[in-house]
């Protein structure tokens, strides 16, 4: 079957790295994404990673893909309180559709 | 560019009655998407239309639920009757290709009571 799986929680202080984890199932998924939800907002998408990568880095982001073990996690430098928000992992899957995972609140403290 | 707009913010109707929540998507994206939030939980898929015709409706719950997207545009989804587990955030999205990253609505926060 399909599914997604993160872990709910996160708490970092100011200026740590944070690194969120997911697993997911489905081996034929091409595309994985993270995506940003702020408070009353809509999803916003971060970033992605074709299935045929293992690392991705933009800016303040890192995602590495280990398709092996089918995780896929995203590393934030230097987090700021701007940052906290709640991050969903989502992948492409051959199904053509995109599953989304519960979602990561991510707290960071001053 | 407009995002994807979606209309009401918040509705909170009781249990029995009808629902009805729109979607406007980019203008110009073919493929437009229908998800659920329910408690905290993951990101449930509803359906996906391609212009005006249903590509994949596997994730809708049961036949209280309508999705319609007449002429490829905006979309509505429509809940009759309404009962209290369809409670959620719905969110709509809509993208180029089907393999590229959505644009999400604000989503619309519906409570049934």
């Known amino acids: 079957g399909e599914d997604v799986e993160q872990s709910l929680f996160l708490s970092v202080r100011e200026g740590d790295s944070s690194v969120i984890n997911c697993t997911y199932t489905?081996?034929?998924?091409?595309?994985l994404y993270w995506y940003k939800q702020e408070p009353g907002a809509g999803l916003q998408l971060l970033t992605y990673i074709f299935s045929n990568m293992d690392m991705k880095q933009d800016q303040r982001l890192t995602v590495l893909l280990n398709k092996k073990d089918k995780h896929l996690s995203l590393r934030i430098a230097d987090t700021q309180t701007g940052d906290s928000a709640i991050y969903f992992c989502a992948e492409y899957t051959g199904g053509f559709k995109t599953i989304f995972g519960a979602g990561t609140r991510l707290f960071v403290k001053a | 560019e407009a995002g994807v707009t979606q209309f009401p913010s918040h509705s909170v109707i009781e249990k029995g009655q009808t629902v009805t929540l729109r979607c406007d998507p980019i203008?110009?994206?073919?493929?437009l998407y229908w998800y659920r939030r329910v408690m905290g939980k993951e990101i449930k898929f509803l359906l996906h239309f391609v212009k005006e015709s249903k590509q994949d409706e596997s994730g809708m719950p049961n036949n209280r639920f309508l999705a319609e997207r007449t002429g490829g545009t905006y979309s509505t989804l429509k809940v009759q009757p309404a009962e209290l587990e369809d409670s959620g955030v719905y969110f709509c999205?809509?993208?180029?290709?089907?393999?590229?990253?959505?644009?999400f609505g604000s989503g619309t926060r519906l409570t049934v009571v």
């Open positions: 999205a809509s993208s180029q290709g089907q393999g590229d990253g959505y644009t």
């Open positions: 489905d081996s034929s998924s091409t595309y």
């Open positions: 203008s110009g994206h073919d493929n």
